[in-house]
């Protein structure tokens, strides 16, 4: 098996990291759950879960049935997608490292000998108990700054701001039950417009703006849980871009890699 990177999660942030090692020649491999719950769809690889495929910018993700299919999407340039929430793939396949990108914001136990090196994402990580190395998801002056001892800043519960709106921009669910959308990701929408709905119940957008991400229809989610985002800027466009955030934490991730010679000396073999 050739070297690649595996990075657990496919939603936006972890997309990011993905969009920019591919750009730098290095393989990867993105490995979701097989429901995954992003909300800004439009640019998560998890997206090709429910659809086959999804082109963010100029890269293309593809959802691969067997591992086998792997080095044909390589070949081609494009980002291989595995629904294999347990990475039963590293039992067979060995990844040179591997990044949780779940953002799950809490303290998790991870095995550091699943590969060579393991990365995390924000919050919930301290380097030498559950990653070698962390990166900073925090919005701020360490945005994407890597750390090689310690942990990341503290989850502030607080979405960044744009313009006058922070926490108001995100929707939640009202209940438990199944999601069904009524817009589309990029629609402009009025103050009160309903959005979606979960058992009946509307969500409706808080502000004039422009609806940037929608947990896919059909979705059982629980009460509270983010189902939706809204953007004051009348400008659509931002929502087929990875966003600057997500950039800067795949920096980070590059770095890391690169900063270890016996990651670096093995990324693009094969």
Known sequence: MVPYVLIWGGGDLASGVALRLHRAGIRVLVVERDQPLAVRRSVSF????????????????????????????????????????????????????????????????????????????????????????AVETNRGHFLGRVYWEGSPEADTGIPGKVQAYAAERVLHAPADG????????????????PVLSVMDQAVGSPFNGVVRGLIHDGVTVRKGMKVGDVDPRPEPFRCWYVSEKSLAIGGGVLEA???????????WEG
Not at 62 to 76: C, D, H, I, K
Not at 77 to 82: F, T
Not at 121 to 129: A, H, K, M, Q, R
Not at 178 to 193: C, P, S, T
């Open 257 to 267: 890699l690169l900063t270890w010679y016996k990651i670096r000396s093995h990324l």
């Open 178 to 193: 199944v999601v069904r959308n009524l817009v589309n990701i990029g629609d402009l929408v009025e103050a009160g417009q």
């Open 46 to 133: 998890c997206q090709a879960v429910y659809d086959g495929d999804i082109r963010i910018e100029d890269v293309t993700g593809r959802l691969v049935v067997t591992p086998s299919e792997m080095m044909n999407f390589w070949g081609a340039g494009e980002i291989p997608v595995l629904v294999d929430p347990d990475l039963d793939i590293l039992k067979d396949h060995p990844a040179l490292a591997l990044v949780d990108a779940r953002m799950r914001k809490k303290q998790d136990r991870l095995d550091l000998t699943l590969a060579e090196m393991v990365i995390g994402l924000g919050p919930g990580f301290t380097v030498g108990e559950n990653c070698h190395a």
